[in-house]
């Protein structure tokens, strides 16, 4: 009886840790700054890149991935810098301008380095509840998810930068008038998202095929995770994994991957239709 | 009826703009006289991807609502009418029942998804999200249906490997054999099909039904003060839009005779955005002869390269949202005006509009 408990908390905790770590950066990108980023998904697919080449190149794995979620970021300021800091009055043209760049990145990566890059293979280690085995390495995954959720608290909740970070995304102007230096935080916070969406692309490379199109697959979880969180990432992603989660692990388990998969994009149209605030601003109109 | 296809929402309303028109037209009708076979099929490809664009413009540039869910409409009607042509088997006049089913098919599930978007109050980029992740639950449906299991009737649905062999439109004809729409009967099918479509869209755009989703898509809540149920007029534009993707579904399915899941899933849903953004969702025109031109522009490229292409297609979305945001054939038109606009100032009074709302759009 716990073995079948246990076993459906494992796959819920894979599911939530799919979804908070694709979501991550997103939020911060998307739900805080309101730049749509279609080019999340390419962040995600440069931190498994990175790691997965560090990793052929003799690092240690967790090394590798520390350099793929830098990287990440720092490609992210970049863009940040060169794209993104023009469009923040013109959202939907963000939309097109990153989805522009996302076909350049898919495209050019899938020109210079082919249709495939050779995997790393996942960490091995497994543990035995009851009659089941069930792998380590998920857990980790869980673990991280957990860990990026309260760094986010930590940063924009406990540091001067997370801060000026909110008053600027309330209001530049006045974030400037009072000294905060807004071009800064813009391009931090965008870096921090990109890093977060490189370390999700870091932490399932080992995990799965690497195609320059991988992104893709992270992509809706990660806009449909923030969509149904709402506008207050701290207050919506964490509420709008774990409900998303359990809907699909559900499903998963009644009728098979795929249902789960689109059983919850459905799910996801219906509660937008009941909650058009997301869960975050439910959560704010109960709390009120 | 004639002075709704000059009316203020469309571009092109002097005879400046009509007598080209008619001389384009007459090309496109000579076309076939001039060029071989293998080029007229062609050219009948690229024009089926057109009614989608039109059908974006349509929805994104004077309804406000950008739809990712163009080729979500387009798989929907392209499977329907295979499954049904499949079904019915290829006999005369049946080829145009699927295509009314598939229209229809289009035509539900835009009502369904656009109820549960636009009556939840889902607006701006959600909307689009919504979207593409319906196109994304479609493709990847389509793509794990390739179990025998997975049929309607006789059809086969073959997961990636798409559906086959169903039998392209054809109509009774005189004599024995039947009209078959392929090559140059197919081609004149189309291009008949986009004069409709052009001339009936510019009329609707310029009666009451225009305004009032031009007015919704300015200020949402002025024209609902005005009495105006604005949930409507935007479910039945996105409807009309999406059945238009759907007929370059069917168009296409019928063309080539096979649809993949790679028509609906991410890299299709790109291109029509790439078109209409690239044109100037701005104005119906616009899209189509840009639409058009970069069609050809990219037919000519992909023979060397598809991954260029596609790289190529990114650069154009980014370059166009940096440069000229409005779109580069409007860019032009505009332009052209600025050049010629001194000398009849009477007659432009109508033609600022699709520029100054486009401005607009974009906030």
Redesign the interface.
Known sequence: MFAEIFSFFYQFADVFAFLILSAAGLAIVFGMMGVINMAHGEFIMCGAYVTVGLVHAGFPLPLAQLCGTLAAGLIGVAVEWSLVRKLYKRPLDSLLATWGLSLIVTQGMLLVFGSTLTGVGTPEGSFVVGDYTFSVYRMVLFAAAVAVLGGIYFIFMRTRFGVHARATMQNASIAQATGVRVGRVYALSFGIGAALAGLCGALYAPTMTLIPTMGAAFLVEAFVTVVVGGANVLLGTAPAGILLAVIRTGLNGWGGQIVGQIGMLLAVIVVIRILPEGVSGWLARKTR | MFQLINGPQTLGATRVFWLPFIAVLAAVLLYPAFADGYDVGNMAYLLTWVFMAMGLCLVWGYGGM?SFGQTFFFGIAGYGYGVAAVNFGGDAGTTFLALAIALCLAAAAAAV?GY??I????G???F???T???T??LA??LG?TAGPEWHIGSARLNGFNGMKDMAPLNIPWFGDDPLVFDGIALYYLVVGLILAVYLGLRMMLNSRFGNVIVAVREDPQRAELLGYDVRKYQLATFVIGSTLAGLSGVLYTSWGQFITPASVG??AA?MP??WV?FSGRGDITATLVGSFLVLWAFQTITVYSQ??A??L??????????VA?QGFVIGVVQAVRRLFGRRRPSKEQAAPTASTVQEEA??
């Open positions: 950008l998804l549960f978007m009556w939840g109050r889902v701006g980029v959600f689009g999200i919504v593409l992740s319906a994304l639950v990847f449906f794990q991410l890299p790109a955005i790439v953004a991954q260029a596609l790289l297609m990114g650069a154009m979305l980014l370059c166009t949202v940096m945001p974009r906030a």
